[in-house]
């Protein structure tokens, strides 16, 4: 790994430099190998960063943590993921706590162009784990990723059911990838690396501690354009990660449940309080959402053009067509990270495969049919 990617991993390792204050001190040094070049007394002049912090950044542990986890994601078979990074889930890049690093292990695009949320109470009950498969069945026309976060309950049932009805799935971990938690997922999570992913932002060894969680919510209400509470009590991880999604600006929908039930409490306060959308089937969540059989054929004839493009292409083209709306190139370069020049680049590629059309003011729209 070169050695910009080994300082920003390094920065990660630093007590006291959260996920924002690592961007802004990137952003404000230039990269993260002149954070460490930086004077200490020059360093306590940034915002945020004290006497403490700037002597962490400078007596060298840091750096060589970073490389010892380099080579573990390497012997692991783990994807390192920086925020700077064009592979760096779009929708997750959008909000402004986002991970500064996230640990990958699987092979699904995390940038697929449908992502749903499933979420809900440990203590599922038959109910609800009949609405997660009527639901997962329903999202399987739409080719949607499912994002959930391996917990007992509603979580595991959720990946399960995409499993076995061919979806990928995507597991927010409060651990390290090497910690699987609960053990009891173990082979549901082996399965998932091979049909969607395992995601984190805690370094190898990190230990399920409750802190984690509420973090860890907040990537998946991140990943996903949707997030569905099928059932959750009155307090609960579900009701924090729907709180995270409505601040986000995603689509939340509820699935209601009897008034005498407890694990319906939470699900029905969502809705009566209209913070989410009542879901009782999946033609809810394509009628909020948007979804028609059209969309299904463009996603469709989306994936044929895929397979013939370029990574870079393939990244803006998604983008695009996932929007459907006209972007400026300033917001193409936000949403992608790629500088002008290259994104000219690209958009010009495109443009001759009759897949984007190029609009007066440096306004791009893309070509739903051929």
Request: neutral net charge.
């Amino acid at each position: 790994m070169d050695p910009e990617r080994i300082c920003f991993l390094a920065l990660h390792f630093i007590p006291g430099i959260g996920d924002i204050l690592l961007k802004q001190l990137v952003s404000y040094c230039g990269s993260a190998q002149e954070v460490f070049r930086q004077p200490k007394h020059k360093l306590i002049r940034i915002p945020g960063i004290g006497q403490v912090t700037a002597d962490a950044i400078h007596n060298g542990r840091p750096l060589h943590l970073a490389e010892q986890e380099v080579h573990r994601a390497e012997k692991e078979n783990v994807q390192l993921i920086f925020c700077t990074d064009t592979a760096y889930p779009h929708r997750l890049k959008a909000i402004e706590d986002a991970p500064a690093v996230l640990y990958v292990k699987g092979n699904t695009n995390l940038n697929a162009l449908r992502a749903v949320g499933v979420v809900g109470t440990r203590n599922a009950t038959s109910y609800g784990k009949g609405c997660v498969e009527e639901l997962i069945k329903g999202l399987v026309n739409y080719q949607a990723l499912i994002i959930s976060g391996l917990a007992y309950g509603i979580d595991v049932h959720a990946h399960r059911e995409a499993l076995r009805l061919g979806l990928s799935t995507v597991a927010v971990l409060g651990s390290g990838l090497d910690v699987i938690y609960p053990a009891r997922h173990y082979e549901t999570a082996q399965k998932m690396t091979n049909q969607g992913a395992l995601i984190t932002e805690n370094p190898f060894g990190s230990q399920p501690d409750a802190h984690n969680f509420p973090q860890r919510n907040r990537i998946i209400a991140g990943l996903c354009d949707a997030l569905i509470v099928v059932e959750a009590g009155e307090k609960g991880g579900a009701l924090i990660t729907a709180e995270l999604a409505n601040g986000y600006n995603r689509d939340v929908f509820a699935v209601p449940g009897n008034i005498h039930s407890t694990y319906s409490i939470g699900c029905n306060r969502l809705i009566k309080t209209h913070k989410a959308n009542l879901l009782t089937c999946v033609n809810d969540l394509e009628y909020i959402m948007g979804w028609s059989q059209e969309q299904v054929n463009a996603a469709a004839q989306l994936s044929l053009d895929l397979g013939k493009l370029s990574e870079d292409e393939r990244r803006v083209l998604t983008i695009m067509r996932e929007k459907k709306r006209q972007l400026s190139i300033d917001e193409l370069g936000y949403m992608t990270g790629y500088p002008p020049t290259t994104l000219s680049s690209i958009l010009l590629g495109l443009e001759f495969k009759n897949l984007v059309k190029a609009l007066p003011g440096k306004i791009f729209t893309a070509q739903f049919s051929r």
